[in-house]
């Protein structure tokens, strides 16, 4: 199994709709988000968010996300840009698919 090849973490106010997780829906407000993608699966990123400064994370719907050529750090800017814009029904990957 490969190491980490690359993790990114931002903070970001989540636009109108919020983000949407697998483990409780849609989440709102201020949150950390992470992207990190290892060096055994380069060709995938995987987004979790969490409130910030809590300790639960949750898995952004449609994570993994394919990098179809971008590397982890667009793919974590992007995923950033969705958030703070927001989405009806919360940002998901597939907001994000190229």
């Given at each position: 199994m490969g190491g980490l090849a690359e993790r990114y973490?931002?903070?970001?106010?989540a636009?109108?709709?919020?983000?949407?997780?697998?483990e409780v829906g849609v989440v709102t407000g201020d949150l950390t988000v992470v992207t990190e993608?290892?060096?055994?699966q380069a060709h995938v990123a995987?987004?979790?968010?969490q409130y910030t400064g809590a300790e639960e994370w949750y898995t952004l719907t449609g994570s993994p996300i394919p990098l179809a050529g971008?590397?982890?750090g667009q793919v974590h800017q992007a995923v950033l840009r969705a958030a703070a814009t927001g989405?009806?029904?919360?940002?998901?990957?597939?907001?994000?698919?190229s």
């Open positions: 973490e931002d903070q970001v106010v636009g109108p709709g919020g983000v949407m997780t697998d993608a290892d060096d055994d995987r987004v979790r968010v971008r590397s982890a989405a009806e029904g919360g940002v998901s990957a597939d907001h994000l698919r």
